[in-house]
């Protein structure tokens, strides 16, 4: 697996367990109606995930809760044109 996607090796072992096991799960669903286009998303998922555990900044600020004081407050309605 880490000669095909190298960035696996930043993955925690349980998550490379659970990208092995969709991966494959996907692409026997993909071959069975042959369109391999939903593998694209599991492997671009996975390397998102790869990328935050790989930066110990991005992995601490996306793992705190989120702050919801800063969240700019409720969003008005917007005016429809009559």
Request: no cysteine; net charge negative; proline share 10%.
């Amino acid at each position: 697996m880490a000669i095909v996607f190298p960035w696996v090796r930043f993955l925690r072992e349980d998550a490379v367990r659970e990208f092995l096991v969709e991966f494959v799960d996907t692409a026997r669903a993909s071959a069975e109606i042959s369109v391999f286009a939903p593998l694209d998303s599991v492997v671009a998922a996975w390397r998102h995930t790869a990328e935050i555990f790989a930066d110990p900044e991005l992995r601490a600020r996306l793992s705190r809760p989120a702050d919801v004081d800063r969240d700019g407050g409720p969003v008005p309605v917007p005016e429809v044109p009559a």
